[in-house]
């Protein structure tokens, strides 16, 4: 049998996989959990960073987390996000006054630059990507398989 990393990539490629009934309520596995959710606070003006920005989200796709684009700071649902990614030093106050104190604390954030500016800079996309996977590595799995 498949690994939950092996099939979380099968579904995310649209590769349905028969799992018996029995076989997943002895793993004490739940096909309907909801995944962690990490906001990614940004506004994409050109199509390089709209591309840049649709990677970023599938790549927490692929980590098992629900990577979710935001253009506004919505302080309910950047409260309700398990990680942060803002992009812009605008975003980020923004950001910073729409969650709440003691939220804020407790959720991963990550500040980059403007969205255009990573886009276009290879040693920024690096720090970007590493800095996601820091992000996804500090997201625990418990909240993973919420």
């Not at 579904?11 to 028969?18: F, Q, S, T």
Request: glycine share 8%.
């Amino acid at each position: 049998m498949r690994n939950e990393a092996s099939l979380k990539r099968l579904a995310e490629m649209d590769i349905d996989v028969y799992v018996p009934r029995g076989f997943a309520r002895a793993q004490g596995r739940d096909t309907r959990t909801a995944r962690a959710r990490v906001a990614l606070l940004a506004r994409a003006d050109g199509a390089e960073a709209q591309a840049l920005l649709a990677h970023v989200c599938r790549a927490f796709v692929l980590a098992g987390l629900d990577g979710v684009a935001e253009q506004r700071a919505d302080p309910m649902r950047l409260a309700a996000a398990d990680g942060l990614v803002v992009f812009g030093k605008s975003l980020a106050r923004e950001a910073g006054g729409a969650v709440p104190a003691d939220r804020a604390a407790a959720v991963p954030w990550i500040f980059a630059a403007d969205l255009a500016a990573v886009a276009g800079d290879g040693t920024a996309k690096r720090a970007l990507w590493s800095e996601c996977r820091r992000l996804i590595r500090k997201i625990e799995p418990a909240q993973r398989a919420r």
